[in-house]
């Protein structure tokens, strides 16, 4: 199966997580299953992999037994859920401005999938291929994303504006579905076709914006392109620790670090040394001051310590942490103590 790579912002996630929280399911403890800690899903500014918000969805999708969770996902979209694109698309003049900024700025939101406009003499087509290759999540994903557009530009126009036409390649749902899809977006909806999209009429793209605010726009415009400078030029070596601290107590190969950066093992390893450091170095790291982290904030055992960064064998993690720090596991804690009481 195909690895599902690059990442995303903790804010795309809220809609799911809303949802899932809507049907009781344990939140953080299936976040945690999936490599996302309770720090990464609480805050807007961070970003988590790809694979861990694919494996996150899967989760919520099979345990809450909804067949349409990325369609129902929806109706909890807010400026939030699209990061500062969500911000800059409000303050817009009119709805054809918001559309155009998503191509611009949608990778702050996430790589789960790129958009496309184009002109069809009455309108535009928005159209969106998804990048996860789950199957099933892919589904949802795609539902969830047009749903969503369209539920916003609702609420940033505060019109009951539907879109020309509704374009999805899944297959037609059962009829109590298809109901379902015709109450949220309004239009003929067409299963079964050649691309996911939404065609908007130039009257509807004409609709002015009730927060439309030039100056806001220009300053939350800057900010996005700092930030999409920031992303591009991201430090690998920092990319590298966040993807393991991620996976572990599982110890990722180069290989498969570098298949979720989107790049190959020779690639991640020729970057590495050009910023003179090397995987090992990294992974040991990442390990160590999870550790220092673990026998400094928590009653956790040496053992317990030892398999949450990933050594089965005690005795080698005692041995590696000597290693690092010149003390053992045990004196380290001490010391740690000794400090906080003087």
Same mark, same amino acid.
């Given at each position: 199966?195909?690895?599902?790579?690059?990442?995303?912002?903790?804010?795309?996630?809220?809609?799911?997580?809303?949802?899932?929280?809507?049907?009781?399911?344990?939140?953080?403890?299936?976040?945690?299953?999936?490599? %996302?800690?309770? &720090?990464?899903?609480?805050?807007?500014?961070?970003?988590?992999?790809?694979?861990?918000?694919?494996?996150?969805?899967?989760?919520?999708?099979?345990? &809450?037994?909804?067949?349409?969770?990325?369609?129902?996902?929806?109706?909890?979209?807010?400026?939030?859920?699209?990061?500062?694109?969500?911000? %800059?698309?409000?303050?817009?003049?009119?709805?054809?401005?918001?559309?155009?900024?998503?191509?611009?700025?949608?990778?702050?939101?996430?790589?789960?999938?790129?958009?496309?406009?184009?002109?069809?003499?009455?309108?535009?087509?928005?159209?969106?291929?998804?990048?996860?290759?789950?199957?099933?999540?892919?589904?949802?994903?795609?539902?969830?994303?047009?749903?969503?557009?369209?539920?916003?530009?609702?609420?940033?126009?505060?019109?009951?504006?539907?879109?020309?036409?509704?374009?999805?390649?899944?297959?037609?749902?059962?009829?109590?579905?298809?109901?379902?899809?015709?109450? !949220?977006?309004?239009?003929? !909806? !067409?299963?079964?076709?050649?691309?996911?999209?939404?065609? %908007?009429?130039?009257?509807?793209?004409?609709?002015?914006?009730?927060?439309?605010?030039?100056?806001?726009?220009?300053?939350?415009?800057?900010?996005?392109?700092?930030?999409?400078?920031?992303?591009?030029?991201?430090?690998?070596?920092?990319?590298?620790?966040?993807?393991?601290?991620?996976?572990?107590?599982?110890?990722?190969?180069?290989?498969?670090?570098?298949?979720?950066?989107? !790049?190959?093992?020779?690639?991640?390893?020729?970057?590495?040394?050009?910023?003179?450091?090397?995987?090992?170095?990294?992974?040991?790291?990442?390990?160590?001051?999870?550790?220092?982290?673990?026998?400094?904030?928590?009653?956790?055992?040496?053992?317990?310590?030892?398999?949450?960064?990933?050594?089965?064998?005690?005795? &080698?993690?005692?041995?590696?942490?000597?290693?690092?720090?010149?003390?053992?596991?045990?004196?380290?804690?001490?010391?740690?103590?000794?400090?906080?009481?003087?």
């Amino acid at each position: 199966m195909t690895t599902t790579t690059g990442s995303t912002s903790t804010a795309a996630l809220s809609q799911f997580v809303k949802l899932a929280e809507h049907y009781g399911l344990p939140v953080q403890l299936l976040a945690n299953q999936a490599g %996302i800690s309770a &720090s990464q899903l609480s805050s807007t500014g961070t970003r988590v992999s790809l694979a861990a918000m694919e494996k996150l969805l899967s989760q919520f999708i099979e345990m &809450s037994s909804d067949p349409l969770f990325g369609l129902h996902a929806a109706q909890f979209v807010q400026p939030g859920s699209y990061h500062v694109l969500g911000y %800059i698309a409000m303050n817009c003049a009119t709805l054809a401005e918001a559309v155009d900024r998503i191509q611009r700025y949608e990778a702050l939101v996430g790589d789960m999938g790129r958009s496309q406009l184009q002109s069809n003499g009455k309108g535009v087509i928005l159209s969106w291929q998804c990048q996860f290759t789950d199957p099933l999540v892919h589904q949802h994903m795609v539902d969830h994303c047009l749903a969503s557009w369209v539920n916003y530009g609702r609420w940033i126009t505060d019109k009951k504006e539907s879109p020309q036409k509704i374009e999805l390649t899944r297959s037609a749902p059962n009829l109590s579905s298809q109901a379902e899809y015709q109450q !949220i977006f309004q239009c003929p !909806i !067409i299963f079964q076709a050649s691309q996911n999209a939404v065609w %908007i009429s130039h009257e509807h793209l004409k609709v002015p914006l009730r927060q439309a605010d030039p100056g806001l726009l220009h300053t939350l415009e800057q900010h996005a392109n700092q930030l999409i400078t920031q992303l591009n030029n991201q430090d690998i070596s920092q990319q590298v620790s966040a993807n393991i601290q991620q996976m572990m107590p599982n110890i990722p190969k180069p290989a498969e670090v570098a298949a979720l950066l989107g !790049i190959s093992a020779r690639t991640l390893q020729r970057r590495l040394q050009q910023q003179n450091t090397h995987y090992q170095a990294l992974l040991d790291q990442v390990r160590l001051a999870t550790a220092k982290q673990i026998l400094t904030n928590t009653q956790s055992t040496i053992e317990q310590t030892a398999h949450a960064i990933g050594f089965h064998d005690v005795r &080698s993690f005692r041995r590696r942490f000597k290693q690092w720090t010149g003390l053992s596991p045990n004196e380290y804690r001490g010391s740690i103590g000794e400090k906080i009481e003087s």
